[in-house]
């Protein structure tokens, strides 16, 4: 039986054509794929922004929360969480 088209099995899967052939498509990507330098760099920024807003969001969180701990008594913490909620506003989630 011939196939008259080289198998490549390089990578577990067996592909028609040489190794030419896989190289040429990989490099020959539509257009619509292609993505400019700018826009990888605007991603990797917008990730980094992302990454420090989290990190400062659960830095706030756990300020809180021992600020909360501290209190005294029972007292001492509902006076504490309406303080937060004065300088906060109602909707601020504990």
Request: proline share 3%.
């Amino acid at each position: 039986m011939s196939t008259g088209i080289p198998l490549y099995e390089g990578d577990g899967l067996i592909h028609r054509g040489g190794l030419l052939a896989m190289s040429e498509r990989v490099l020959t990507a539509p257009a619509q794929f292609r993505r400019s330098p700018l826009a990888i760099i605007g991603d990797a920024v917008r990730d980094l922004y992302r990454r420090l807003e989290a990190s400062a969001h659960r830095m706030r969180y756990r300020e809180l929360e021992k600020y909360l701990a501290d209190s005294r008594d029972v007292f001492e913490l509902e006076r504490r969480m309406r303080n937060i909620e004065r300088r906060h506003g109602a909707g601020f989630n504990f």
